[in-house]
T-cell receptor, first 112, second 113 residues
Framework: QQQVKQSPQSLIVQKGGIPIINCAYE??????FPWYQQFPGKGPALLIA?????SEKKEGRFTISFNKSAKQFSLHIMDSQPGDSATYFC???????????FGTGTRLTIIP | DAGVIQSPRHEVTEMGQEVTLRCKPI?????LFWYRQTMMRGLELLIY????????DSGMPEDRFSAKMPNASFSTLKIQPSEPRDSAVYFC???????????FGAGSRLTVL
């Protein structure tokens, strides 16, 4: 059972554009929502994370938007660069539980 | 710290053979996770340990898979016998309990022919 649904599966954006990756979750007990970035041949690495008590979080060019009522959250990348080309995973976690449930990933390509 | 260290980085084996993947977590981290990555299913949690004790192995596909953590600095994931559908990249990750940050290794790419 897929508890975190991620879309799109792949995305191609021109340099400077704003790619948006969406995730939806089912379990209302989730209280921590990170995004991980993975470059080819590497393991995923934490990029940015949010808790449901805020609707938006920005770190540099990366922004998470969170809609608690819709049980959805999304990643926006401002002024995207070819170096942002990677696979992005959303994830969710319940308090008191170490288990992190990942979405299926989005392969992002930024073309010059 | 060298990060989470996994070996081998690549493994090609024939169906029916035993495969052992190894992981050395970051020193001081007390939670260790094994994930499997495929194109179709993304990152799936297989098992995680806390203080060397298996806490949740509900993601282990079947009895052919087993994992051990004999001490705080070493864990293995074993597949016996291996099948072509086990072909995937297997990641080990570690963290401090409650830290909400997983540090992943570079992965072990397994190909079963």
């Amino acid at each position: 059972q897929q508890q975190v649904k991620q879309s799109p599966q792949s995305l191609i954006v021109q340099k400077g554009g704003i790619p948006i990756i969406n995730c939806a979750y089912e379990n209302t007990a989730f209280d921590y929502f990170p995004w991980y970035q993975q470059f080819p041949g590497k393991g995923p690495a934490l990029l940015i994370a949010i808790r449901p008590d805020v609707s938006e979080k920005k770190e540099g060019r990366f922004t998470i938007s969170f809609n608690k009522s819709a049980k959805q959250f999304s990643l926006h990348i401002m002024d995207s660069q070819p170096g942002d080309s990677a696979t992005y995973f959303c994830a969710a976690k319940m308090g008191g539980n170490e288990k992190l449930t990942f979405g299926t990933g989005t392969r992002l390509t930024i073309i010059p | 710290d060298a990060g989470v260290i996994q070996s081998p980085r690549h493994e090609v084996t024939e169906m029916g053979q035993e495969v052992t993947l190894r992981c050395k977590p970051i020193s001081g981290h007390n939670s260790l996770f094994w994930y499997r990555q495929t194109m179709m299913r993304g990152l799936e949690l297989l098992i995680y340990f806390n203080n060397n004790v298996p806490i949740d192995d509900s993601g282990m596909p079947e009895d052919r898979f087993s994992a051990k953590m004999p001490n705080a600095s070493f864990s293995t994931l074993k597949i016996q016998p291996s099948e072509p559908r086990d072909s995937a990249v297997y990641f080990c990750a570690s963290s401090f309990t409650g830290a909400n940050v997983l540090t992943f290794g570079a992965g072990s790419r397994l190909t079963v022919l």
